[in-house]
């Protein structure tokens, strides 16, 4: 069975500096999907970042990219330039197909931001 | 341009108590779900659906049913309350099933079981 891990419970980043968030995960699949989503406070679940197994090129947007490295099943989340905005629950998640008829989205139990102004 | 919406946002149930959570969706999308979120923990899927009239389960599905009549209501029902089922649900949506079709989420609906 797939699993999703966060070994960070909480992690603090000062205002401007870069911060980078773990996630490890198990399979047996070569082709799948990684994402990050955002929990802020309003509970709203919001997509960070995605990235396809089969992609070696790590994904980017804006101030936010990710470090996959598919033999070690690790994909890491970097913020650059915090801002007091990105405090929130951020969850690592796992689908072999992305949005998840067939199978579904595999959660991380997450890794709780605060920004520090 | 409302997205995806779930009612009530908010509710306490007594255990044996029965409930529907409502989901409605104007974005035409095929694809509904119903994840659970407890304390502390990462979404679980309950129940899906890929288009009216045909749903499955997900990973936790025991105690809750659901139906999908039309494209855009996506209800969960909760026949006997327990308190297991104190969590957050939300209910999500995307077009179709590929990488070029992103979750859209609700704001979730927190449920307590006492």
């Known amino acids: 069975a797939q699993t999703v891990t966060q070994s960070q419970p909480e992690m603090s980043v000062q205002e401007a500096e870069t911060v980078t968030l773990s996630c490890t995960y198990d399979t047996s699949e070569s082709d799948y999907y990684l994402f990050w989503y955002k929990q802020p406070p309003s509970r709203q679940m919001i997509l960070v970042i995605r990235?396809?197994?089969?992609?070696?090129q790590n994904a980017t947007e804006n101030r936010f990219s990710v470090n996959f490295q598919k033999a070690a099943k690790s994909f890491s989340l970097k913020i650059s330039d915090s801002q007091l905005g990105d405090a929130a629950m951020y969850f690592c998640?796992?689908?072999?197909?992305?949005?998840?008829?067939?199978?579904?989205?595999?959660f991380g139990k997450g890794t709780k931001l605060s920004v520090k102004p | 341009n409302a997205g995806v919406t779930q009612t009530p946002k908010f509710r306490i149930l007594k255990i044996g108590q029965s409930m529907t959570l409502q989901c409605t969706q104007d974005?035409?999308?095929?694809?509904m779900y119903w994840y659970r979120q407890d304390p502390g923990m990462g979404l679980k899927l309950i129940y899906y659906s890929v288009g009216a009239g045909i749903t499955d389960k997900g990973e936790v599905p025991n105690g809750y049913n659901v139906s999908r009549s039309t494209t855009e209501d996506f209800p969960l029902r909760l026949e006997l309350a327990a308190p297991s089922q104190t969590s957050v649900y939300f209910c999500a949506s995307s077009l179709r099933d590929s990488k070029d079709s992103p979750l859209h989420f609700g704001n979730g609906t927190r449920l307590t079981v006492t």
């Open positions: 974005m035409n999308h095929n694809y």
């Open positions: 998640a796992y689908s072999t197909y992305y949005g998840g008829s067939q199978g579904n989205l595999i």
């Open positions: 990235q396809e197994a089969y992609k070696q």
